[in-house]
């Protein structure tokens, strides 16, 4: 029967895409795993956690004066002009 040659390649098609929903389960697994062990193994020392966030931020902001929008160094942006508070916004 020549017509139901597409049944093959649809069971191959559900094979082939079943065994790479189980590979993609296996590594996340795996890295679900190695992470808890990675975890487990070394325990961190949160006294020292606020200190080190504290080194992290200013060393970020070693540069007086640059804001946040300003991060790649560009010109300062003009401020938009206040509206009065009278008017309404449509």
Do not use: C
């Amino acid at each position: 029967m020549p017509k139901d040659d597409w049944v093959f390649w649809l069971n191959l098609t559900n094979i082939a895409l079943g065994v790479v929903v189980v590979l993609a389960v296996l590594v996340v697994a795996y890295a679900l795993v190695w992470e808890l062990a990675s975890r487990h193994k070394k325990p961190r020392n949160l006294a020292n956690l606020d200190e080190e966030l504290d080194a992290m931020l200013r060393d970020g902001r070693s540069v007086p004066g640059l804001g946040v929008t300003m991060a790649d160094g560009g010109q300062r942006i003009k401020p938009l002009p206040e509206q009065s508070a009278g008017k309404k916004l449509s």
